[in-house]
């Protein structure tokens, strides 16, 4: 049989997953199918396959439905998307919920199968330059690895494929033990950083950095609770009642080498990808400061914006995206954006990450404080004014229907005269009784705005932004490391990265230790990485879930009443010494009851696949 390749090279060509591919062959229209033998043995076709393996990237994190809204930084705002089947609780082998294509278990063996197919032919390739054809294969081990990683995080271990099947094999495979699985993963970004040391790819490419990062973060993971057997026993049922917990975790062994492993790899990587964007850091910059250099983190340069610092990259390994291409991805603004700006609020944020911004001073913020309470969104950490949308918060300017000269978000009720002097009671333009569109409000009072361009000349309801979208950032190998090094006791280095990443963000240095530094970690990172798919794994790992995934949602009221003496007409405006303004959390179960039942920890395989391969074992809590 003679094979022909055209998936993977149209692909290639078509989906614009790489923005800067200097290669001729790009800038052509590809034929429907090219022989493989000629595929192998020309290296701009080569590369355009190795290209195509990248395409099982999709979106990255900027998918309308995206991983914050699977925890408690965010709330899916639309109905009848497979949100709730997850949050509640309810997914099962033959009702999946919501499945993104970065995750989908068709979609990840797919590329791993173009990733196999690539180690396989380029260890024959018959073109000339060893050095594309050492970084073709350095860039196919990375891919692999990485869409492995993808599936043990969801999943727990999986078959392990590394051959190429050919027609009418038998496709069954048993699942490799997770110890298994790991040690491919790490052999293989092993193997990508060998063969990447010394190669300069185009942006958006694997490098060896990449790979020392993918390394330190799959370690990082196995040595989490989830993955240490004894303990995920002692804290879940269904983990303990698991005939094959080889599957999910290490049965035995030395826990504190893991860490050590974890760590080592963690150093390796920030050693390689230097200390990060402004961590050099010996005291806390200013409150503005801080705000500014979180939104250039987030931005990575790519905003036309002349306040944040255009140099700001803490990518290691990216998403980039390019005005030529129509991607969804590049619809952030829109997906998540105010309905008072005609955008569709897709993932806002809840009560329960906004709470968690602490005060200036570093102390926590809380609802029984009068001062915090009278004054919510005053005096918090400035990573919140980069990450939040809340009531009176300044933002672009409105669409030409929208009468808001002081473009500020309005997500509340606020009384106001009308022509006659009459008052009335009118809700804001930003909220689910919008005069301006009454769909797509948020149900929980914010909005997100990390990630959305502020610039204000790009109209989010149609321009499309190009902020990439971090797979791997050297501040995630901070991150990594301070973890890494909380458990193995050595506190002070640990501490020491702790308060350089929030120097950054002009807040105060911790002084804890034990248990508190463990816990101030986690809500360091709990904040400086949201909505950049780590709570999700984080929570799990970590196995907080319960009392973290699955609290109720928590909303917030807001209603403006005029001062004594006080009013106001058509436009409001947020203003303070107008208006009584009372913020009141409410919790709120009708869209989203969630639930937090054990067995989701790991996914479900799907009822389908179960079928196809009679040697896939079940994960725990779906035999049901």
């Known amino acids: 049989m003679k094979l022909t390749y055209k998936f993977l090279l149209v692909a290639a060509l078509m989906t614009g997953g790489l923005s800067s591919c200097d290669t001729d062959f790009?800038?052509?229209?590809?034929?429907?199918?090219?022989?493989?033998?000629?595929?192998?043995?020309?290296?701009?076709?080569?590369?355009?396959?190795?290209?195509?393996?990248?395409?099982?990237?999709?979106?990255?994190?900027?998918?309308e439905q995206m991983l914050a809204s699977l925890t408690d930084e965010a709330v899916f705002t639309h109905t009848g998307r497979n949100i709730n089947t997850v949050n509640e609780g309810s997914l099962s082998p033959s009702n999946l919920g919501w499945v993104d294509a970065t995750y989908g278990w068709s979609q990840m063996y797919q590329y791993i199968r173009a990733s196999n197919l690539a180690i396989s032919k380029l260890a024959t390739a018959t073109f000339t330059d060893e050095t594309l054809k050492a970084r073709l294969k350095g860039e196919a081990y990375f891919m692999r690895a990485y869409y492995y990683q993808q599936l043990v995080r969801y999943y727990g271990s999986v078959p392990v494929i590394k051959k190429v099947y050919a027609l009418n094999e038998d496709y069954s495979v048993a699942r490799g033990t997770f110890d298994e699985c790991v040690k491919q993963i790490v052999s293989d970004a092993d193997s990508a950083a060998l063969l990447l040391d010394g190669k300069n790819p185009a942006k958006g490419r694997a490098t060896k950095t990449a790979a020392l990062a993918l390394k330190a973060r799959v370690?990082?993971?196995?040595?989490?609770?989830?993955?240490?057997i004894p303990t995920a026993k002692a804290k879940s049922s269904v983990i303990a009642d698991f005939p094959n917990p080889e599957f999910l975790g290490y049965t035995s062994g030395d826990r504190k080498a893991r860490w050590a492993a974890a760590q080592a790899a963690a150093k390796a990587?920030?050693?390689?990808?230097?200390?990060?964007?402004?961590?050099?850091?010996?005291?806390?910059?200013?409150a503005e400061q801080g705000r500014l250099n979180y939104i250039s983190l987030a931005m990575a340069g790519a905003s036309a914006d002349k306040s944040l610092d255009a140099s700001a990259n803490d990518i290691i390994f990216g998403r980039y995206f390019t005005p030529s291409q129509n991607e969804g991805a590049r619809q952030t603004g829109l997906n998540n954006g105010p309905n008072?700006?005609?955008?569709?609020?897709?993932?806002?944020?809840?009560?329960?990450?906004?709470?968690?911004?602490?005060?200036?001073?570093?102390?926590?913020f809380s609802w029984t404080n009068p001062?915090?309470?009278?004054?919510?969104?005053?005096?918090?950490?400035?990573?919140?004014?980069a990450t939040v949308m809340y009531d009176?918060?300044?933002?672009?300017?409105?669409?030409?229907d929208a009468k808001d000269p002081a473009n500020q978000i309005q997500t509340g009720a606020y009384d106001l005269l009308d022509d006659k002097g009459a008052l009335i009671n009118r809700k804001g333009l930003d909220t689910r009784s919008s005069s301006i569109e009454d769909w797509n409000g948020s149900r929980t009072g914010y909005y997100m705005r990390k990630f959305i361009d502020p610039n204000p000349t790009l109209y989010d309801n149609t321009d499309r932004q190009n902020i990439p979208w971090p797979f791997f950032r050297a501040t995630e190998n901070v991150f990594n490391y301070i973890e890494a090094s909380i458990e193995l006791g050595e506190e002070a280095v640990a501490l020491e990265w702790l308060n350089k990443i929030r120097f950054r963000a002009?807040?105060?240095?911790?002084?804890?230790?034990?248990?508190?530094?463990?816990?101030?970690?986690?809500?360091?990172?709990?904040?400086?990485?949201?909505?950049?798919?780590q709570r999700y794994h984080d929570a799990r790992r970590w196995m907080v879930a319960p009392t973290t995934l699955g609290r109720s949602l928590q909303y917030i009221n807001v209603i403006g009443k005029f001062k004594a003496g006080k009013s106001m007409k058509e436009p409001y405006h947020y203003d303070p010494t107008v208006y009584d303004y009372t913020y009141t959390p409410v919790e709120e179960k009708s869209h989203e009851n969630r639930t937090w039942v054990d067995k989701?920890?790991?996914?479900?395989?799907?009822?389908?696949?179960?079928?196809?391969?009679a040697k896939l074992v079940q994960n725990p809590g779906y035999d049901k």
């Not at 709990?526 to 950049?532: N, T, V």
């Open 26 to 63: 790009l800038d052509v229209t590809p034929p429907t199918e090219i022989p493989g033998d000629a595929v192998w043995g020309d290296g701009a076709l080569s590369e355009g396959f190795v290209t195509g393996i990248y395409a099982g990237l999709q979106q990255g994190g900027f998918s």
């Open 219 to 228: 370690l990082l993971y196995a040595a989490s609770d989830l993955h240490d």
């Open 269 to 286: 990587a920030l050693d390689a990808s230097g200390s990060g964007y402004k961590l050099n850091l010996t005291a806390p910059v200013t």
């Open 340 to 364: 008072g700006y005609h955008n569709w609020a897709g993932n806002t944020p809840i009560g329960t990450l906004v709470d968690d911004y602490e005060m200036m001073d570093g102390t926590p």
């Open 371 to 385: 001062t915090h309470k009278a004054s919510p969104y005053v005096n918090r950490d400035p990573r919140f004014y």
């Open 392 to 400: 009176g918060a300044n933002w672009k300017p409105r669409p030409s």
């Open 506 to 533: 002009g807040m105060p240095a911790l002084k804890v230790s034990g248990a508190a530094l463990k816990e101030a970690y986690r809500h360091e990172k709990r904040i400086e990485m949201a909505y950049e798919e």
């Open 600 to 613: 989701m920890y790991f996914r479900p395989f799907s009822r389908d696949e179960i079928n196809r391969n």
